[in-house]
Each structure stands twice: as structure tokens, then as C-alpha cells.
């Protein structure tokens, strides 16, 4: 009972550990791990575009191609389709930033900048605007908000279906932001509570001389290794989710159709 009264204790101030805190001059640890992520992903590519050959030997830059090549048919030419190469520096940017900062994020003391809503935010906001902007290219000002309404519906129903539409493209912004945040964050809260219990059961079983006590951190910690392996799998999945809706709103935003 004492090791799960320390827990309840500890867990409000594990929950606080993931506020904003300012580290210098305004610069919050979010904004300082989002520059860092950002320095990392330009160093990466920079290194590796420098490195690539046409027969791959290092297994390092064959990794980094393959993800570019996986962005580039597989979200850029399966998704969007003729004209998809202009996107393609876009979506894998997107793509290594977040997938970096995911990852960066499961090194013990680091943050994920994508664990806070106003980076998320920024990164939808990119997204949102980049296949509005293009959308306008395709089709033209007038055209493009025309497009919301499809051809052939019944004239009183077009102002109800282009309102919808509207609507629907304005949600986009949101549901980026809040699907890459939210996974984000209750993955790496989950990993705060595990590793916590293990430390307050181990730590409560020594200081009693309590052999149980001690034992019960064991489940906790197996919960923990499985538990990050599974933010791994996210880390993934998310930069993956995030790049892909990217992809099919520009191919939304300027087919023909």
C-alpha cells in the first residue's frame, strides 16, 4: 500500500513533467528539441544525398534512400499520381522530421517536440496551407473553391454540399494536429507510468526490506519494454499517418475531379 500511495503521489507530478518549461530567454524545451530534431534531419540529408552512389554499399544511407523511395512511390506516385515529383521533397520532409522527432522522443531525456499540441499545430498548419496553395495553382481562386461542390449535383443542393466541403477541408487542419499529438502524448505518458511504478515499487521494497514489494516492480517493468516497443511501431506509424493524409489532400486538392 505504501508503494501504491508513493505512485499516486508521483503520478500528478509526472503529468506536469510534460508542461512547457521555459529553458532560456522564452525558448520553451519544446521549441529547443524541435531545433534539434530540425538541425538532425538537415544534417541527415545533407550527409547522406552527399553519400549516395549507384550501387549503395553503406547500409546507414541505403536505410535513409529506401525511406525516401518509400515516400516517393509509395505516398507521392501511389497517391497523388501525375505530377506527383514536385511534391515529393514536401512529403519527405514531413515524413524524416516527424519520424526523427518520434524517435528522438523515446531517448531517455529527451522530448519529442511532437509531444506538445502548438508544434503539432505548426506542422498542420504547414500542411494545410501547402495543398491549399496548390490547390489554387490547379484550378485557379474561383475554381478551386468551386471544387468543393461537385459537378452535376442539383443546384439546391450545392450550397449545402460546398458548405460541408468547407467545413470538412477547415477539420483537416484540426485532425492533423490533434491525431499526431494526442498518440504521441498518451504513448509517452503511458512509458512516464510504467517506468514510474517500477522505480516506486523497487525502491519502496528496499527501503521496507519488503521481498514482494520488490518483485511486484518486475511485471511493471515488462509492461514498460512492451510498451516501448509498441511507441517504436508508432513512431513509425504516426510520421507515416501524417505524411499520407498530407499526400491525399494535395490529390484531393488538385485533381481534375
Known sequence: MDALSTLSEEVPHL?????????FGGVTQYIL??????????????????????????K????VEYGYQFVRNDMGEGIIGHGFKKHVPFLATLFFFILISNF?????????????ISVTWALATISFIYFNVWGIKAKGGLGYLKSFAPAGLPKVMVPIIWFLELI????????LAVRLYGNMFAG????????LASSVFLT??????????????LPWFLLLIAMYALETLVAFLQAYVFTVLSAVYVQIATSAH
Open 33 to 58: 528539441w524541435m531545433v534539434i530534431c530540425w538541425i538532425i534531419t538537415l544534417v541527415l540529408i545533407l550527409v547522406v544525398g552527399r553519400k549516395l552512389t549507384l550501387i549503395p554499399t553503406n
Open 204 to 217: 519502496c521494497g528496499i527501503q521496507a526490506i519488503d521481498p514482494l514489494t520488490g518483485v511486484l516492480s
Open 168 to 175: 470538412s477541408t477547415c477539420i483537416r487542419w484540426l485532425t
Open 104 to 116: 528522438v522522443g523515446l531517448i531517455p531525456g529527451c522530448k519529442t517536440p511532437t509531444g506538445t
Open 60 to 63: 546507414f544511407v541505403n536505410t
Open 15 to 23: 503529468q506536469a513533467s510534460f508542461d512547457p518549461t521555459v529553458v
Open 188 to 195: 509517452h505518458m503511458v512509458l512516464g507510468i510504467f517506468a
